[in-house]
């Protein structure tokens, strides 16, 4: 533990003196004080007999770094915290190596490949992308670069494949499919990560994909690795036609990892209906010019991985019924969002906008419900419930532009995809109340 807080004082310490001798700017010496750290923590399951050390490391390091950026400038804080975006990377870091250790266990491959994906491949990302990236894609706090992320993928596979060669009794030998699944999920995470979340998201991601990849066989790992590709190249292939921006589409993408992962090709073709035909649902003027970042994403998502997660541990069918509700009342919000609702409107005005509501409401029925009686076959519980489901879409529909800013400067904002998170995920969890 000494060892460890003593090398990482001297690496803080020693960073601006670095910086300026080989005139690095401040991304950059970030990114080397980052390679460092994540290779120097790559022996840790080897120096560790448990994982008590590293928590006490993790509070220390934590409070240390939160204790630097709260101090006057200086050149380590310029060097470290003089980023033009807002960003917790520094934090997220020790605490994604901690959860590692203690997840990984014995397996120490399943801590390595992450630690090393998170060391390596965002360092040399960052690397390409500010030196000779030249196609760019926005995110939320900034824009990266589609060479970068390039070089992040291949980055990951090669770690990935490289430990995996060294452990050949892993997976069946099948090494080469699983690296690719987890490069693919890794650079993905990491073009949609904001706030230095993808020191988080990367590497926990990667574990899980492991373990994930774990339980299948080779004709199963060869399945998924070309399910995923087939989604990889749809949604960024449909991304012009959506007002996504980049990293709001590798979020499209990432959901549908999980949505397969986790519940098979319906639970996965849901939210593709929703990508493919959104734009459908919104008005003229909507279609153009409009961009929206990962925020409207997670508004969406949001519900769907509740009940996806609920399904992959209880596996009941049930949870079908409120996933795709969620959908289809996040698809009515969509195309009703721009209507306004006054006290102060006459009769007649009040009473075309509701028409418009419960058009819209129809319209995402059949976009996203209709689709429920491929499974239904029979089952009279579910098909009453898929009868009154544009009841509940209508509802909750309204509930939103009730509560929502009446202002239209205000029709993206956080607080906008905050209420439709909220109106989605609650009106599908009643109406699974009542219906089971």
């Not at 990114?31 to 994982?51: D, Q, Y």
């Not at 491929?374 to 009730?402: E, Q």
């Amino acid at each position: 533990m000494a060892i460890v807080l003593a090398a990482l004082a001297v690496l803080i310490l020693g960073a601006p003196l670095l910086a300026k001798i080989f005139k690095l700017s401040n991304e950059d010496t970030r990114k080397f004080v980052h390679l460092i750290m994540g290779l120097s923590a790559v022996p840790f399951p080897w120096v560790f007999s448990s994982a008590l050390p590293l928590v006490i490391l993790l509070v220390v390091v934590c409070l240390l770094l939160a204790g630097l950026r709260k101090m006057p400038d200086c050149p380590t804080k310029r060097v470290l915290f003089g980023v033009e975006r807002r960003s917790f990377g520094e934090i997220f870091f020790p605490i994604a190596i901690t959860l590692l250790f203690i997840l990984a266990g014995t397996n120490h491959s399943f801590y390595v490949i992450p630690v090393a994906v998170l060391a390596l491949a965002d360092s040399l990302a960052a690397l390409v992308g500010t030196r000779i990236g030249l196609r760019k894609y926005r995110c939320l706090d900034g824009t990266k670069t589609v060479e970068g992320s390039l070089t992040f993928f291949l980055s990951a596979f090669l770690c990935s494949f490289t430990v995996l060669s060294l452990t050949p009794l892993e997976f069946h030998g099948q090494r080469l499919i699983v690296s690719l699944i987890l490069a693919l999920v890794a650079t993905t995470c990491e073009g949609m990560s904001f706030g230095g979340l993808d020191n988080l998201l990367v590497p926990l991601a990667s574990f899980f994909t492991l373990v994930r990849c774990e339980t299948l066989e080779s004709g199963e790992l060869f399945y998924h690795c070309l399910v995923l590709l087939a989604i990889a190249t749809s949604v960024l292939m449909l991304k012009r036609r959506s007002t996504l921006e980049g990293g709001a589409t590798l979020a499209v993408l990432g959901y549908g990892f999980i949505a397969h992962a986790m519940g098979g090709l319906l639970w996965l073709g849901l939210p593709f209906i929703l990508f493919t035909f959104y734009r459908l649902l919104l008005p003229i003027r909507f279609q153009q010019g409009h961009k929206h970042t990962i925020l409207a994403v997670i508004s969406v998502a949001f519900g769907g991985l509740a009940w996806l997660f609920a399904y992959d541990k209880l596996e009941s069918p049930a949870f079908l019924y409120p996933y795709a509700l969620g959908m289809a009342i996040n698809a009515s919000i969509i195309a009703s969002a721009h209507i306004r609702l006054h006290s102060f409107n006459a009769a007649k005005t009040l009473k075309i906008k509701l028409r418009q509501v419960a058009l819209n409401s129809l319209k995402s029925f059949t976009l996203l419900m209709l689709p429920l009686l491929l499974v239904a076959g029979k089952d009279p519980l579910l098909l009453a419930n898929l009868a009154v489901s544009p009841l509940w879409i209508f509802n909750f529909t309204l509930i939103f532009l009730l509560i929502k800013n009446q202002n239209p400067l205000k029709i993206t904002s956080r607080g906008r995809w905050l209420k439709q998170g909220l109106c989605a995920s609650i009106g599908s969890l009643l109406a699974f109340a009542v219906a089971f």
